[in-house]
């Protein structure tokens, strides 16, 4: 792997800086304010998209603020310009579902995944502008989903790793009823600023410990130890070199007002005196296939981020199944984009694979 993709694989939307709930560990710096997205800026990306989509299946995730924040008509109206053959999907934290969503979802043909944490106890981070807990209105939007039929993901943020946490998350899980979880370990990003630095053991053992619990009943595709697995039958194969793309997909994030800023969605909406405001362009005055192509030339982080893969590749034993890493992880945790390992990366990369191989060891079958 090495540069940026001309072309990605799908790209993020921000229909709205809102969101209803105010999560502590929230990294978005402008979800009290309701800038929403005009549509000009939806026909901007789809005169792009919609070519992508003719070479091959392509994806527009709808993501905040919480999308569904901006309301069903704007939303609409958001989506309108995309051809039918552009696949949506949106990131909700699922208080706003009921019915009618459901029916704007269906109709649409948006796939939904849901912010939730776990059992109620421990979604203790989630809660309303006024402070009070969302649980109770998460569970009713999930309620809702599976009343109409409609299959969800699930995203759960951990901040405990602690012993048993990870075989509860995977059977509250289970009881919800979603197809597909993911699981992120918090991240110290954004306006977020709680460190997130765990002892090396706990975190390598809450990651066995998850796919313990997902061995004895996998009827989730469990998102991390599923990859982390084809890696590990990718290295036994030796076709592990073939497992990671060419180049690195650029994720262009589309902001409410059409400035993009590729890789790494977190970093939009913030500025730095050396980088400026993170941005590649604006799709309202240059193309959105233009601004992705240039990106790597025109933007003076991005250079450096490359730097620092190149730097992952020549020191890290895990760039084959990590790829170099986020680049709002670098910034975030130290300032800059070229440096390596970060407590994202020990903690979601290193230590998972880890756990991985560690209940494998102890679950393998004696040789004869
Ligand atoms: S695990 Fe960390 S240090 Fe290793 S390649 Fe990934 S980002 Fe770089």
Known sequence: MRGISPVPSYVVMQPTTLCNLDC?????????????????????????????????????VWHGGEPLAAGREHL??????????????????????????????????????????GPRGRNGDRVTRAGRPAYDR??????????????????????????????ELYDYFLGLGCEVLGVNIEETEGVNTRGNAHEAAQVRAFWAELVAAWRRDPRI???????????????????????????L?????????????????????????????????????????????GA???????????????????????????????????YFELGRFDGTETEHCRNSKIRLLEGVLDHAREHRTPAV
Do not use: K
């Open 138 to 167: 998460i569970v009713r939007g999930v309620a809702a989903l599976r009343r109409h039929g409609l299959p969800f993901s699930a995203l759960a943020v951990v901040n405990d790793p602690e012993p048993g946490r990870a075989a």
């Open 24 to 60: 502590a560990y929230c990294y978005l710096p402008m979800r009290a304010a309701d800038r929403r997205m005009p549509v000009a800026v939806a026909e901007a990306v789809a005169a792009s998209v919609n070519r992508w989509a003719e070479a091959g299946r392509f994806s527009v």
């Open 221 to 247: 595709h469990l998102r991390e130890v599923e990859w982390s697995l084809r890696y590990a039958a990718a290295v036994l194969d030796g076709t592990a070199d073939g497992l990671l793309p060419r180049r």
């Open 249 to 293: 997909d650029p994720i262009p994030t589309v902001g409410y007002d059409g400035s993009v800023v590729v890789l790494s969605p977190e970093l939009a909406g913030f500025s730095d005196p050396r980088y400026g405001d993170f941005s590649s362009g604006n799709v309202l005055t240059t193309p959105l296939a233009e601004i992705v192509a």
């Open 296 to 330: 790597e030339r025109t933007t003076g982080w991005v250079g450096e981020f490359l730097a620092g893969v190149e730097a992952c590749r020549a020191s890290c034993p895990y760039f084959g199944f990590c790829g170099g890493g986020h680049a709002a992880n670098r």
């Open 76 to 117: 609409a109206a958001l989506i309108a310009p995309f051809g039918p053959q552009v696949e949506h999907h949106v990131q909700t934290n699922a208080t706003l579902i009921d019915d009618a969503w459901c029916e704007f979802l269906a109709a649409h043909r948006v796939r939904v995944s849901v912010s939730v944490d």
